[in-house]
């Protein structure tokens, strides 16, 4: 069964530091990887995705993840992060394709960042 | 505008009473989903479903009931059977090409027990 393991619950930063969010999954099958982005209250947000093709993809708002089929990792990376950027991080692959599962989520328990001024 | 509406943003649930959340898009999208969100443990997948008339089970289904008669609406009934329902409730919808597509989320509907 597939799986996903944020490392770390709460990742405090001060702002315009860098930071990382760590994201491994376990699949026996091709993979398929998102990071979303919760605010306070509301729905999750999709940050960036990997589906196929350059094992690096970024975001609009200067978040990139790097897919790592060896280490079986997808981390979250932003080299200067603003106050705004304090949220809720969930990591997330797609189910097996067999039977429509592509379109299932399996989501991780999600990383609380938390920026400081 | 595109999106996915929940209502209401805050439910309160007597015991022994059956709630409905109610989902609907405007995307046209196929497939629908319920989540429930509980501090520390991320998205459980409740239901889903791909198309009009047909749903799965996720994997906490117990003590939810869903239907899916028009493309557009996905509600989901908390009942009575369902012992612990205190938790954020999140909808999303996707298309259902391949590879697979962004889940788009609605705001969520908080349910408390009275």
């Known amino acids: 069964a597939q799986s996903v393991t944020q490392l770390d619950s709460q990742v405090p930063v001060f702002e315009e530091a860098p930071v990382e969010l760590r994201c491994n999954y376990s699949s026996s099958v091709s993979v398929y990887l998102f990071w979303y982005v919760q605010y306070p209250n509301q729905g999750l947000q999709l940050l960036l995705k990997?589906?196929?093709?350059?094992?690096l993809v970024e975001s609009i708002n200067g978040f990139e993840a790097e897919f790592n089929k060896s280490q079986t990792s997808f981390h979250l990376r932003k080299p200067s992060v603003h106050i705004s950027d304090t949220a809720e991080y969930f990591c997330?692959?797609?189910?097996?394709?067999?039977?429509?599962?592509?379109?299932?989520?399996?989501f991780g328990a999600g990383t609380r960042l938390a920026v400081h001024p | 505008d595109g999106g996915i509406t929940q209502s209401p943003k805050y439910l309160f649930r007597k015991e022994g009473q059956n709630v409905t959340l109610s989902c609907e898009q405007n995307l046209n999208h196929d497939a629908m989903y319920w989540y429930r969100q509980d501090p520390g443990q991320g998205l459980r997948l409740i239901y889903y479903s791909q198309i009009v008339n047909d749903f799965q089970k996720g994997d906490i289904a117990e003590g939810y009931s869903v239907s899916r008669e028009k493309k557009e609406s996905f509600p989901l009934t908390v009942t009575s059977a369902q012992k612990n329902p205190t938790a954020f409730y999140l909808c999303?919808?996707?298309?259902?090409?391949?590879?697979?597509?962004?889940?788009?989320f609605g705001p969520g509907t908080r349910l408390l027990v009275l």
């Open positions: 997330a692959v797609s189910g097996p394709r067999e039977a429509g599962g592509y379109n299932k989520l399996i």
């Open positions: 990997y589906l196929s093709g350059s094992t």
């Open positions: 999303a919808s996707s298309k259902t090409s391949f590879p697979p597509e962004t889940q788009y």
